[in-house]
């Protein structure tokens, strides 16, 4: 019996256990394959840390959040490489890998693939950014949970009469706070798309406020201000050596407080939108590519990655995969600017 091998590594999101039990059902029920799991990502390849996943051990999953094999953002090429990845899978009888993970997972998956490693990726980010799928699993709850807290600053800032920040997710994108901006009603969306001036956000904020609104700001954390060069990033690197992002919402607290005489109140959302069970659409989704990484699988399909194209599953090559980044264009801001102030 053929054996595949399944991680989840990078940051977790919503929607993770359905693509283990997608892939499992599918292998098990029409191909013949034998799963198993390796705990906390590449952390389990490199210290055969190995579950065995059988049909019975996928049933119920796929409303949880999170993923029942663990994650980490360990680095396999700097902490092992292709020769450590290639012992462990052949140790464990596993002739393919299903990697899912966002940029940093799909990046390692694609030079390990390049070195002889048989791997096929599964796209993960809440953030939506990855340019060779239309749509990742994750986003549209991390969207549904943002919005529902966002929803809830607006009732207390309206109770208090202050101007209410909320900071969301989005290192490379702001299609979360786009989504979710819209959706809640803010009087100004930030991403990092697009670079707004201060006083322009304290404009908006005024204006609301003089219409006996309760300022709403939706601020992705990649955002940067005018005038400025980089993201606010006061925690150092991660893993992969990106910048730990975070704490631009409570950086323009007290600016627009100074700048515009309203008591200002600023709230991190954080890893809130990488918990909870998914919504059904990321259910769906998440599910369909599970299945269709196996079916790569079968066809020997390896170096590439399963994508979503309107409704339809299809795949890329690993190569190309992360060759460009999906970031909201300016008509779709300039959509949702006409909505500001």
Known sequence: MRRLGILTSGGDCPGLNAVIRGAVLRGTINHDFEFVGFRDGWKGVLADDVIPLPRSAVRGIS?????????SRTNPLRDGGAATVSQSLSRHGVYGLIAVGGEGTLAAARILSEQGVNVIGVPKTIDNDLGATDYTFGFDTAVQTATEAIDRL??????HHRCMIAEVMGRNAGWI??????????????????RVSLEQIAAWV?????RGRAPL???AEAF?????????SPRGLDTFGR??????????????QEMTGIETRATVLGHIQRGGAP????RVLATRLGMAAVTLAVEHKWSTMVSLKGTDITNVPLSSALGDLKTVPEARFKEAEALFG
């Open 63 to 71: 409303g949880l959040g999170g993923t029942m094999l663990g994650t």
């Open 154 to 159: 607006r009732t207390t800032g309206e109770s």
């Open 177 to 194: 706070a786009l989504h979710a901006g819209m959706a809640s009603g803010a009087h100004a969306i930030l991403i990092p798309e697009h």
């Open 206 to 210: 005024g204006s609301a406020h003089k």
């Open 217 to 219: 700001v939706v601020v």
């Open 224 to 232: 940067v201000p005018t005038g400025q060069e980089t993201p606010y």
């Open 243 to 256: 910048p730990r992002l975070g704490g631009i919402g409570m950086k323009l607290e007290g600016l627009l």
């Open 279 to 282: 919504t059904a659409f990321d």
